[in-house]
């Protein structure tokens, strides 16, 4: 289940509890899981296996990433802010994923510095929402398709052309169906264990598959402005995030608020980092904390 499908099942039990009786009556009971994909199995095979051969070649050149060394427990650290100037053609800019994943990465540079990891590129993975615009889709699955970003640290110097530049390396991969392939290949995890996708991108030194997790969840549903007979005041997601590399930064907005979430295995930041990466995130997209 991906964050927009848990966001839909806590609608369905929340319109349950409202309508205890006849909760669909008026209306078909919505789609819990998506539609079967007709292709034919060698298809999709084909396409499977392009996604592995494109994962592969993108994690050839070397990545780093700080690693805790050990197994410890997750942290993480939410906070809340509002637009300096709502509405504005500043606001709609950093709104963009690809301005975002910038800003994180400049944070996530200051990092590196400190660590003293050298200036090789980030690798990270985009999570692609495949569900149609407006639609609430399935709850239960995957509805998630992966682009793989890289960019070198010393690249968010420049957080236009950074931008502009990740942009374009998502238009490429749509134009070469990578994007269609990581979708056929991610409905093959349900046969296949997860271990398949930790052998198709190589491990980077240290042992590590990717530099940082980044994600924007996007709006939490109007529907829920109300749970469970209670006002929601604000609502945010913190996902997982794998023991390596150990760090996530997810964004999504609610009632008005705009929350940041850093998630963590304890040893991979400091509280210092924690609180750079906020700062520095906050700064650039020019918000305000809320009271």
């Known amino acids: 289940m991906d964050p927009r499908g848990a966001q839909n099942l806590l609608h369905h039990l929340s319109h349950l509890d409202d309508h205890p009786d006849d909760a669909y009556a008026d209306a078909g009971v919505p789609a819990f899981t998506s ?15 392009k996604s592995l051969a494109y994962m592969r070649s993108v994690s050839r050149a070397p990545s780093v990433a700080p690693r805790a060394g050990r197994a410890a427990p997750v942290r993480f650290r939410q906070e809340s802010f509002v637009e300096r100037h709502p509405g504005t053609c500043r606001d709609r800019t950093t709104r963009d994923i690809w301005w975002r994943l910038a800003v994180v990465g400049k944070a996530m540079r200051e990092v590196w510095v400190q660590r003293g990891l050298p200036d090789l590129p980030f690798l990270l993975p985009i999570a692609l929402d495949l569900r149609p615009n407006g639609e609430p889709g399935p709850s239960l699955g995957n509805m998630l398709a992966f682009h793989f970003a890289r960019f070198r640290p010393s690249d968010t110097a420049d957080l236009p052309r950074l931008a502009s530049a990740l942009r ?26 997860l271990a398949m996708i930790r052998r198709a991108v190589r491990s980077i030194p240290g042992g590590d598959a990717f530099s940082f997790n980044c994600a924007d969840v996007a709006d939490f549903p109007a529907g829920l402005a109300r749970c469970f007979g209670r006002r929601v005041v604000n609502a945010y997601h913190v996902p997982a995030v794998p023991p390596r590399p150990g760090i996530g930064i997810f964004f999504n907005r609610c009632a008005g608020r705009i929350n940041l979430v850093v998630a963590w295995i304890d040893g991979v930041l400091t509280d210092h980092d924690v609180t750079r990466t906020v700062e520095i995130v906050r700064e650039e997209l020019g918000w305000l904390r809320t009271p």
């Open 35 to 49: 539609s079967p994909d007709t292709r034919p199995f060698r298809e999709r095979g084909r396409l499977a296996r």
């Open 168 to 193: 374009n390396q998502m238009a490429d991969a749509v134009r070469q169906g990578q994007i269609e392939a990581n979708e056929v290949a991610m409905s093959f995890l349900q046969y296949r264990p």
